[in-house]
C-alpha cells in the first residue's frame, strides 16, 4: 500500500501492528535535502530537525514513539522490554540490501550478519546531519552530511524528560548488528 503526498508516493507495511513507511520522508518547505541539492530528496528524504520533524509527517502519520521502535524490533525476536536500550541483533532483519542496476549500493560488515529485512521497513545507512544554523529563507546553508552509508539515524517522538533542547533518536551502523538510541537536539 501507499500514500501519496505532494505527489511523492510513500509506500508502508504493517510490522508488528503498526504502519512504517518503508522510504524516507521528503517533504518540502521544512528540512534539508543531502547536500542541500533538491534532487537528492527522491534519493534520501530529507533531514528534518526534531521540531521539523514532529510537524512534517503528512496527516494520519507521525515520527514514531521509542513504544513503537520497541515493537518493530520485537517483530524481528529482539525480546526487548525496557525503553530507551540497546537492541541486540536487530540491524540484519531491519537493513535493506539495496541494488542500483544489479549492484550492490550498501557494503554490510560481517558482524552485521546476513541482511534479511525480516523486518520489512527496509531501512538504509543514508546518514545524519549537523543543520548548525537557518537562514532568513528557512534554509540551512552551512549543513553538514555526515555518516553516509554507514549509519540510518531516526527521530523517536519522544522528548529527554528534564532537557526540552533534546530528544531521542534511534541509530543502526553498518559495521554493527545492533540498533542503538541516544539523545541530541
Request: aromatic share 16%; charged share 20%; net charge negative.
Amino acid at each position: 500500500p501507499k500514500v501519496t503526498v505532494d505527489g511523492v508516493d510513500y509506500y508502508y507495511v504493517r510490522v508488528g501492528g503498526l504502519d512504517w513507511f518503508r522510504n524516507n520522508l521528503a517533504v518540502t518547505g521544512s528540512g534539508v535535502p543531502y547536500v542541500n541539492s533538491d534532487v537528492m530528496s527522491d534519493v534520501f528524504g530529507r533531514f528534518y530537525s526534531y521540531e521539523e520533524a514532529m510537524t512534517a509527517c503528512p496527516e494520519g502519520w507521525r515520527i514514531p514513539t521509542e513504544e513503537d521502535w520497541m515493537s518493530l524490533a520485537n517483530s524481528v525476536e529482539a525480546d526487548v522490554t525496557e525503553k530507551y536500550t540497546t537492541f541486540d541483533d536487530v540491524a540484519s532483519k531491519l537493513f535493506v540490501n539495496a541494488s542500483f542496476n544489479g549492484v550492490q549500493i550498501i557494503q554490510y560488515w560481517p558482524e552485521v550478519g546476513d541482511i534479511t529485512n525480516e523486518g520489512k521497513v527496509g531501512l538504509l545507512p543514508f546518514g545524519y546531519t549537523n543543520l548548525r544554523s537557518i537562514d532568513g529563507d528557512g534554509k540551512y546553508p552551512d549543513a553538514s552530511f555526515d555518516g553516509v552509508f554507514d549509519y540510518a539515524v531516526y527521530w523517536t517522538a519522544d522528548k529527554v524528560e528534564g532537557n526540552a533542547n533534546q530528544a531521542y533518536y534511534r541509530y543502526m551502523i553498518s559495521n554493527q548488528p545492533e540498533m542503538f538510541v541516544a539523545k541530541g537536539d
